[in-house]
């Protein structure tokens, strides 16, 4: 009778949360139809999903929500003949949703009928709020995780059944849109109308926004859906007596942070991973080992990256590449903490780790002389080259790690010890050691 009541509860829960999900999206769905009379109302052309809508009607008696509508059922009857067996109930539930967007739209053209700017400035301004909304609108979506509308979810159709990179299909499919609606546009109003530099703008920024939102508000999901699988943390309930010792180990380039990591594991009889990440990563993401090995903990701007990935906004369990790796690598990670004594090396471990109830983070740096002489001797660089190297795999390293947590990298509070290398490998062994002790 118990475990009766204990499904039951189970799966009231389960339902509430569905609800609330739903709510979340249906005002995402409205958000994102602000976003889009905004950016309309702007007059600079509109985002590439809604360009061929509009481009039409410019040109036929119906409104811009109307041809959202149609062109959203042709793109659901796409997915039918792309999908055929595996076209699902859920592909269904777009067409709704798509009517409810089409309305949703006109509704905020009406809303947004004073807006009218005549000053090209006036129509940049509207426009970069128009993203900003379309912007949050999109992350609102994304958050609710329980439908998608038509266009995201064509492209994730070509994806399933012809098995190509969502990031390309995605872009090829916005670039075909556009190019799509500046033909109608010669073809119905014999010049290009309705298609401007606003819909090169709106498809930069939206996403990249987007992306943006979901970083900083990364706390609102567990909040909202605290019983969802995203806590990819140790379970801080275990037992901490029968919990491993773990030290990870971020280091400047060239401070000689693998080599230390790595004597202080045989110190210590500890386990010992650096490049053992990623042979064990490449396994769960399909990724070449080589492929990883370039991609892991370099990010040459976050900012670029937030840029240039903003097209994975929608990916079905199909994220960018590198936040793969770093998924990847942090279940390792956190896999490799759970089993016995070991040193980390970088990859944001301590980050990772935060939950961890015995885990020593370290951070090592050196002079920039001290550095430059050792890469000098040890990959046969000049000093020039050297210098070089140092200072741009340290600003990788610097934007990876803010990209991923959110905090400075080598900021002292961060970690229990931070030490100098040029002082000595002993002393830098010595005093982790010693620090150990009040770990434990």
Same mark, same amino acid.
């Given at each position: 009778?118990?475990?009766?009541?204990?499904?039951?509860?189970?799966?009231?829960?389960?339902?509430?949360?569905?609800?609330?999900?739903?709510?979340?999206?249906?005002?995402?769905?409205?958000?994102?139809?602000?976003?889009?009379?905004?950016?309309?109302?702007?007059?600079?052309?509109?985002?590439?999903?809604?360009?061929?809508?509009?481009?039409?009607?410019?040109?036929?008696?119906?409104?811009?929500?109307?041809?959202?509508?149609?062109?959203?059922?042709?793109?659901?009857?796409?997915?039918?003949?792309?999908?055929?067996?595996?076209?699902?109930?859920?592909?269904?539930?777009?067409?709704?949703?798509?009517?409810?967007?089409?309305?949703?739209?006109?509704?905020?053209?009406?809303?947004?009928?004073?807006?009218?700017?005549?000053?090209?400035?006036?129509?940049?301004?509207?426009?970069?709020?128009?993203?900003?909304?379309?912007?949050?609108?999109?992350?609102?979506?994304?958050?609710?995780?329980?439908?998608?509308?038509?266009?995201?979810?064509?492209?994730?159709?070509i994806v399933m059944t012809w098995h190509t990179e969502f990031?390309?299909?995605?872009?090829?499919?916005?670039?075909?849109?556009?190019?799509?609606?500046?033909?109608?546009?010669?073809?119905?109003?014999?010049?290009?109308?309705?298609?401007?530099?606003?819909?090169?703008?709106?498809?930069?920024?939206?996403?990249?926004?987007?992306?943006?939102?979901?970083?900083?508000?990364?706390?609102?999901?567990?909040?909202? $859906?605290?019983?969802?699988?995203?806590?990819?943390?140790?379970?801080?309930?275990?037992?901490?007596?029968?919990?491993?010792?773990?030290?990870?180990?971020?280091?400047?380039?060239?401070?000689?942070?693998?080599?230390?990591?790595?004597?202080?594991?045989?110190?210590?009889?500890?386990?010992?991973?650096?490049?053992?990440? !990623?042979?064990?990563?490449?396994?769960?993401?399909?990724?070449?080992?080589?492929?990883?090995?370039?991609?892991?903990?370099?990010?040459?701007?976050?900012?670029?990256?937030?840029?240039?990935?903003?097209?994975?906004?929608?990916?079905?369990?199909?994220?960018?590449?590198?936040?793969?790796?770093?998924?990847?690598?942090?279940?390792?990670?956190?896999?490799?903490?759970?089993?016995?004594?070991?040193?980390?090396?970088?990859?944001?471990?301590?980050?990772?780790?935060?939950?961890?109830?015995?885990?020593?983070?370290? $951070?090592?740096?050196?002079?920039?002389?001290?550095?430059?002489?050792?890469?000098?001797?040890?990959?046969?660089?000049?000093?020039?080259?050297?210098?070089?190297?140092? !200072?741009?795999?340290?600003?990788?390293?610097?934007?990876?790690?803010?990209?991923?947590?959110?905090?400075?990298?080598?900021?002292?509070?961060?970690?229990?010890?931070?030490?100098?290398?040029?002082?000595?490998?002993?002393?830098?062994?010595?005093?982790?050691?010693?620090?150990?002790?009040?770990?434990?």
């Amino acid at each position: 009778m118990k475990n009766y009541i204990k499904i039951l509860q189970k799966r009231s829960k389960s339902h509430h949360g569905k609800t609330k999900r739903y709510i979340i999206f249906f005002i995402g769905l409205y958000i994102n139809s602000l976003g889009v009379a905004l950016i309309t109302k702007a007059s600079l052309g509109t985002s590439p999903i809604s360009s061929i809508p509009y481009v039409l009607s410019l040109n036929f008696p119906f409104t811009l929500g109307n041809f959202t509508i149609f062109f959203s059922l042709l793109l659901i009857f796409l997915q039918l003949l792309i999908l055929r067996k595996n076209f699902k109930l859920e592909h269904v539930l777009q067409i709704p949703i798509s009517i409810l967007f089409g309305y949703f739209i006109d509704w905020s053209m009406i809303l947004l009928g004073f807006v009218n700017p005549s000053f090209y400035l006036m129509k940049i301004i509207y426009l970069l709020i128009g993203c900003l909304i379309l912007g949050f609108g999109v992350y609102t979506e994304v958050l609710a995780n329980v439908a998608m509308l038509p266009g995201e979810s064509f492209v994730r159709a070509i994806v399933m059944t012809w098995h190509t990179e969502f990031g390309v299909t995605k872009i090829c499919f916005d670039v075909s849109m556009t190019v799509i609606a500046g033909v109608l546009s010669f073809v119905f109003a014999g010049k290009l109308d309705g298609v401007r530099e606003g819909t090169v703008i709106a498809a930069l920024l939206v996403g990249f926004i987007a992306r943006l939102f979901g970083r900083f508000l990364s706390f609102v999901e567990p909040t909202l $859906f605290p019983n969802s699988d995203t806590n990819t943390d140790l379970d801080t309930d275990t037992d901490s007596t029968d919990t491993p010792i773990v030290i990870t180990i971020a280091r400047e380039y060239g401070s000689g942070g693998h080599d230390l990591g790595e004597a202080l594991a045989k110190r210590l009889g500890f386990d010992f991973y650096d490049n053992e990440i !990623i042979q064990m990563a490449a396994g769960s993401t399909g990724y070449d080992p080589e492929f990883i090995k370039n991609n892991d903990e370099q990010m040459r701007s976050s900012l670029l990256y937030d840029l240039m990935n903003q097209v994975y906004s929608h990916a079905p369990q199909n994220p960018a590449p590198k936040d793969k790796i770093f998924a990847a690598e942090s279940k390792v990670i956190n896999e490799l903490a759970s089993k016995g004594n070991c040193v980390v090396i970088g990859r944001c471990a301590d980050y990772i780790l935060k939950n961890h109830p015995h885990c020593m983070r370290i $951070f090592l740096h050196a002079p920039a002389e001290y550095r430059v002489k050792r890469i000098m001797r040890t990959e046969n660089l000049s000093h020039d080259a050297a210098l070089t190297k140092a !200072i741009q795999m340290n600003h990788k390293r610097s934007d990876n790690y803010h990209y991923y947590t959110h905090q400075p990298w080598g900021l002292s509070r961060n970690y229990h010890l931070t030490l100098d290398t040029s002082l000595g490998d002993d002393f830098v062994l010595d005093s982790i050691c010693e620090g150990l002790k009040h770990i434990q």
